[in-house]
DNA sequence: CCAAAAGTGTTCCGCGTACACCCATGT
DNA sequence: ACATGGGTGTACGCGGAACACTTTTGG
């Protein structure tokens, strides 16, 4: 670290903003919540807000999501059971100028929740809504009808880091409910990487890896057709060898 | 973001810290300086300093390894073509206590370079060296005797990543110089991953991957044995099949 | 009975692994 | 001659891709 004098660092504004995930009728959404204020008054934004003082980063994360949605986080790494939900931290935005008004840098993070009911507007959002990604990537394209600041950014790398996590991870369990089926987690993976995946060998492969998923006893029709076994995802992480996305 | 009051956020300091990797006598090292002054006076710990005003993160980054090192990185989305090098950002840490004297949030990079003369000593090291990874985490066991800080932490985090990446990306060649043989692109995974690999197969993986290597043209000698092909990096950046780590 | 989803069996083939073998240089 | 590292050929086997087939529910 460079020399120390009190006076001769610039101070800056931090924050965390949240690149929340779910599946939502076979498409990837996000929670996004509409600004109440210039700039960018009225277009959507990501969740987020400033870190506060003797606040740790994933701290400042759980918070705002608990804010934003009621949904408790569980960072495996910050004590505090969640309902399920995954958080991790993305990537930090300092470009100078990414917030007109002063110097900011965002320390993004991820997390990948279950369906939810329709999300309470929280804080200054006059609303929030879950939106697919798709659109709101597409719609970053023609400037000014995009995400606010540098949103669409964090979106773009929140999404990509998901698609390729859930390959080597057993992640894509966080966006099921507690017991679910095998069908449904492939609706998942279907979801997120936007390709259809052979519903025999996908059945094959996730019960043949040890630790990926484990009986919870039951059975559900709820999906229709043959009742199908309940799972609750089991204690391995990483996943050995990994499920591989098809190629474009 | 949250509501907007310039009196309402507590101001931090932004500093990036660097995960210097390099591969020095079959060993994976880090660049490690001796801090000047308290706190942790006389320890080692990743060089670093604060982001100036109007500097992006990954510029202040690449100044301080050019300042360290002479060293002038490449991260793929800064222009400036560097010698190689590879920049990229690694996490961010923040944790209210790092740093006892002030709130301080780290930005670290990870930056993966060929193997240097010894590094000048810069600023306000009093010295700077080469360190093999593995000594310093061993260090880092018994409390102060390790990295200042939580810099241990972050150098983990780096080399962590830079063996996951080394896998399934054509990196591993950034700690190569520009014109390198198979033979010791190899050295470098089995540096950094600390195991042997079968030369036989290693060669033929390697070459059969398309843009992974193209011919120099030349041959050298400079490893003994029979006269090696030089190879440049490609241009591919993803590789497909990844490389395969032997298990453990 | 039929549709729909769950689950099993089987065949094929690419690719990783292991290892035998040959090549071209320095000493 | 021999040691050293470079490079090719070949046989084996695991695991992914494709797909036929059976099972169990709801309508």
Same mark, same amino acid.
């Given at each position: 670290m460079s020399p120390y004098d009190p006076s001769a660092f610039p101070p800056f504004a931090v924050t965390v903003d949240l690149v929340v995930l779910t599946v939502r009728r076979h498409a990837l959404c996000a929670l996004v919540v509409r600004r109440g204020e210039q700039?960018?008054?009225? @277009?959507?934004?990501?969740?987020?807000?400033?870190?506060?003082?003797?606040?740790?980063?994933?701290?400042?994360?759980?918070?705002?999501?608990?804010?934003?949605?009621?949904?408790?986080? /569980?960072?495996?790494? &910050? +004590?505090? &059971?969640?309902?399920?939900? /995954?958080?991790?931290?993305?990537? =930090?935005?300092?470009?100078?100028?990414?917030?007109?008004?002063?110097? !900011? &840098?965002? !320390? *993004? /993070?991820? !997390?990948?929740?279950?369906?939810?009911?329709?999300?309470?507007?929280?804080?200054?959002?006059?609303?929030?809504?879950?939106?697919? !990604?798709?659109?709101?990537?597409?719609?970053?394209?023609?400037?000014?009808?995009?995400?606010?600041?540098? /949103? *669409? @950014?964090?979106?773009?790398?929140?999404?990509?880091?998901? @698609?390729?996590?859930?390959?080597?991870?057993?992640?894509? =369990?966080?966006?099921?409910? +507690?017991?679910? =089926?095998?069908?449904?987690?492939r609706r998942v993976y279907e979801a997120v990487w936007g390709v259809a995946l052979d519903p025999r060998n996908f059945h094959r492969k996730v019960t043949g890896t040890p630790g990926f998923l484990v009986p919870a006893g039951g059975t559900t029709t709820r999906q229709g057709g043959r009742p199908a076994q309940l799972f609750r995802a089991g204690g391995a992480t990483l996943l050995n060898p990994p499920m591989l996305r098809p190629e474009v």
């Open positions: 700039p960018f008054q009225g @277009r959507w934004a990501l969740p987020g807000g400033f870190v506060r003082d003797e606040e740790d980063l994933a701290a400042a994360a759980a918070r705002e999501l608990s804010e934003e949605t009621g949904l408790c986080a /569980h960072d495996p790494g &910050v +004590p505090g &059971v969640g309902n399920g939900a /995954h958080l991790e931290q993305l990537a =930090t935005y300092g470009d100078p100028k990414r917030d007109p008004r002063m110097r !900011v &840098v965002s !320390v *993004a /993070h991820l !997390v990948l929740a279950p369906d939810l009911p329709a999300p309470r507007a929280g804080g200054d959002a006059n609303s929030a809504r879950w939106a697919p !990604v798709d659109e709101l990537l597409e719609a970053g394209e023609q400037a000014s009808a995009g995400l606010a600041f540098d /949103h *669409a @950014r964090i979106l773009a790398d929140g999404v990509e880091r998901a @698609r390729s996590k859930i390959e080597y991870s057993s992640l894509a =369990t966080a966006f099921c409910p +507690p017991e679910f =089926t095998v069908g449904e987690l």
